[in-house]
């Protein structure tokens, strides 16, 4: 099992940035998945979620209207389209897989998203 994140990197105040999750060696379209995100000192908190086969979403008060978590379960792959981002959106990202079922679920390795001037 894999999830392997990218698209992170070093963004003004105010800047985009889309977040890919690519999955593998599971069922990713049996799967609800999730970005959290943890920044220094701070508890990782769940950023947004889609249900598995993508009718349904929620997000984190603090980023309503500014993100948008998607998923194209023909490539294995969840997105996150960060708009108006702001220094406190500055944290790792992580991918988060888990299945309704069995309650199998995996992680990412996480990927830097610093936003600075």
């Known amino acids: 099992v894999q999830l392997v994140e990218s698209g992170g990197g070093l963004v003004q105040p105010g800047g985009s940035l889309r977040l890919s999750c690519a999955a593998s060696?599971?069922?990713?379209?049996?799967?609800?998945m999730s970005w959290y995100r943890q920044a220094p000192g701070k508890e990782r908190e769940r950023v947004a979620h889609?249900?598995?086969?993508?009718?349904?979403?929620n997000y984190a008060d603090s980023v309503k209207g500014r993100f948008t978590i998607s998923r194209d379960n023909a490539k294995n792959t969840v997105y996150l389209q960060m708009n108006s981002l702001k220094p406190e959106d500055t944290a790792v990202y992580y991918c988060?897989?888990?299945?309704?079922?069995?309650?199998?679920?995996?992680w990412g390795q996480g990927t830097q998203v610093t936003v600075s001037s």
């Open positions: 988060y897989a888990r299945s309704y079922y069995s309650g199998d679920a995996y």
């Open positions: 060696g599971f069922t990713f379209s049996s799967y609800g």
């Open positions: 889609i249900s598995s086969v993508g009718g349904s979403t």
